[in-house]
C-alpha cells in the first residue's frame, strides 16, 4: 500500500497546482472533503480491528471517537483552564479512552452477539446524555454534586477555541503548509501508522486468535484460546485508534460538539464503510470510507435522489457481493455453529451443547485432566 499512501499525500499537491494554473478554484474544498474521507478511513479501519477481525458487534463505537475529542477539547482550551502540549495531552486522550473501553469492556464483553450490540448501544446512548448533561453539577438523590458553577462539557453548545497541534507552518521544499492540509496529510499519516500495526498484528499470535474467535468462538475456546483477553484486547485498541482520531478532529475544527462525535447515525455510517468494503479488508475499509463519503459530494445536484442512488448501490452489494466489495468474509450467517459477527443465536448454543461430545472419556477422567466441571448433557441423563 505505499504507492497508495504516496498518491495520497501528493494529491493535495496536485489540486493546488492544478488551481494555481487554471481558473479552477476547488483546492482547498476538495482537501478538506479528502480529509473527512481520510478521518472516516481512520474510524473505519479502526471498527474493522474489532468487527472484522475480533467478530464483535460494538454499536457504540463512536462514543470512543467523542471521548477522545472532549478529552483533549478538555486539556487543549480554557474550559478547565487547562493547556497541555501536544505529547501530554495524546497521554490523557490515551488514558481516557482506554479508562472507558475497560469500564465497558470487562462486564459487556462476557456476553456475545445481540446482547452485546445492545449493551454497547446503551453506552453510546448514556455517554451523549452524560455529555449533554456536565454543563451543570449533576444532582443524585437531592445532593449535588461540586459547585453551582460547575460546567465541564458546556452541554449542547460544545467546547470552543480548541487550540490546533503546536506543529510548524512551513516544511523544506513545500513552503507554507495551510491549516487544512496539515491535518489532511496528519489524517493520512495515523491512517498508515493504523493500517501498518494491524498488518503485524494479523500474522502475530493474538491476530490468529481474534481470527478463530471471528470464525468459531467455541472452537478457539476449545483449542485453549484466551476468548475473554484477546476480545478485550480488540475491543481496547479499536477504542484508543477511535480517540486518537477524535483528538485530531477537535484540533482540526478547534471544536468539540455532542453532535456527531455521539450520534448513533454516525456508528451507523462506519458500519456501513466497513461492511461495504469488506469485514477483515483494509483495503476494503478505505474503499468503503471513499465510496460512502465522495460520491454526495459528487451528487449535490441530485439531492434528492443521491441517498436514493447510494440505499441501491448497497443493497446491490448484499445481494450479488455478501462479503464486500474487497472482502473475504461473508455477512450472510451459517447454518453450522460459529460465524462471523457471532451470528449464531443463543438458542442454537443450547442446543449444540446438547450435542453428543466428541470424545468417549467420562465426565470424571474430563474433570481430573482439566480441573474444571463437567456435566452430563441431558440427552445422556438417566
Known amino acids: ?205 493474538t491476530g490468529r486468535a481474534w481470527v478463530a474467535i471471528r470464525d468459531d468462538e467455541l472452537a478457539a475456546r476449545a483449542m485453549g484460546v484466551n476468548t475473554f483477553k484477546y476480545r478485550l484486547l480488540a475491543f481496547s485498541l479499536s477504542a484508543v485508534m477511535a480517540g486518537i482520531v477524535g483528538m485530531i478532529n477537535a484540533a482540526q475544527i478547534f471544536n468539540a460538539f455532542p453532535s456527531p462525535n455521539f450520534d448513533v447515525q454516525t456508528t451507523v455510517m462506519v458500519f456501513i464503510m466497513v461492511i461495504l468494503g469488506g469485514l477483515g479488508s483494509i483495503p476494503g475499509a478505505i474503499l468503503g470510507a471513499v465510496a460512502f463519503t465522495v460520491p454526495p459530494f459528487l451528487l449535490q445536484q441530485f439531492v434528492f435522489y443521491k441517498y436514493l442512488v447510494i440505499s441501491v448501490v448497497l443493497i446491490a452489494v448484499m445481494i450479488f457481493r455478501p462479503e464486500g466489495l474487497l472482502g473475504t468474509v461473508s455477512i450472510r450467517p451459517r447454518q453450522t455453529m460459529g460465524g462471523t459477527l457471532e451470528l449464531i443465536t443463543a438458542e442454537a448454543a443450547v442446543e449444540a451443547s446438547e450435542l453428543p461430545p466428541v470424545t468417549d472419556a467420562e465426565p470424571s477422567d474430563l474433570e481430573e485432566a482439566t480441573g474444571a466441571i463437567v456435566e452430563d448433557p441431558e440427552w445422556k441423563q438417566p
Request: proline share 6%; aromatic share 14%; charged share 10%.
Open 1 to 205: 500500500m505505499i504507492p497508495f499512501f504516496l498518491a495520497a499525500f501528493a494529491v493535495p499537491l496536485v489540486l493546488q497546482y492544478v488551481e494555481d494554473n487554471s481558473s479552477w478554484i476547488g483546492a482547498q474544498y476538495w482537501t478538506l472533503i479528502l480529509a473527512t474521507c481520510a478521518m472516516y478511513a481512520c474510524l473505519a479501519v479502526a471498527l474493522n480491528l474489532v468487527v472484522g477481525y475480533a467478530g464483535l458487534l460494538n454499536l457504540g463505537f463512536i462514543a470512543f471517537f467523542g471521548i477522545g475529542s472532549y478529552a483533549y477539547a478538555l486539556v487543549a482550551s480554557d474550559q478547565i483552564h487547562q493547556r497541555y502540549p501536544l505529547w501530554a495531552a495524546l497521554l490523557v486522550v490515551i488514558a481516557v479512552t482506554l479508562a472507558f473501553a475497560l469500564l465497558v469492556g470487562v462486564p459487556a464483553l462476557r456476553l456475545r452477539g445481540d446482547y452485546l450490540a445492545i449493551v454497547t448501544l446503551g453506552f453510546g446512548l448514556i455517554m451523549r446524555d452524560l455529555i449533554l448533561d456536565l454543563d451543570r453539577p449533576p444532582v443524585l438523590a437531592g445532593h449535588q454534586f461540586g459547585p453551582d458553577t460547575l460546567n465541564i462539557t458546556n452541554g449542547t453548545n460544545g467546547i470552543h477555541q480548541v487550540q490546533p497541534f503546536a506543529l510548524p507552518t512551513s516544511l523544506p521544499l513545500l513552503g507554507p503548509v495551510p491549516h487544512y492540509r496539515m491535518y489532511y496529510w496528519i489524517f493520512v499519516g495515523f491512517l498508515a501508522v493504523c493500517i501498518y500495526c494491524m498488518l503485524r498484528w494479523r500474522n502475530t499470535r
